[in-house]
């Protein structure tokens, strides 16, 4: 029985790692943009979404979520979503709390 990993598999080259960069960067520069655009309520939602892309990529990339089992893979997409869904709903909690009267 082989123990060993196959190490090759889990690294990426140079010019992956700058794309991912630029890639992070750019969507960083979006984020940026987007916060001084005047769009209203739609601000938080394309904040949050563009936060999670990028959370989505590091952990994808750096943490090696992509090369692990897909068990893994799915146990912590289980637990992002279960996340989000708690914190949407902790921050709905707030935003139409009636004892919040300086509206």
Request: aromatic share 12%.
């Amino acid at each position: 029985m082989n123990n060993e990993h196959n190490t090759d598999n889990n690294h990426l080259t140079i010019k992956q790692y700058l794309k991912i960069g630029l890639l992070l960067t750019v969507i960083t520069f979006l984020e940026l943009i987007i916060s001084y655009i005047d769009i209203g309520f739609l601000l938080v939602p394309i904040l949050l979404i563009l936060s999670g892309v990028k959370f989505v990529i590091v952990v994808a990339y750096f943490m090696h979520l992509k090369f692990e089992d897909i068990l893994i893979s799915k146990i912590f997409t289980f637990a992002f979503v279960l996340a989000s869904c708690i914190l949407l709903a902790l921050v709905s909690l707030f935003i139409y709390d009636p004892s919040i009267s300086n509206r």
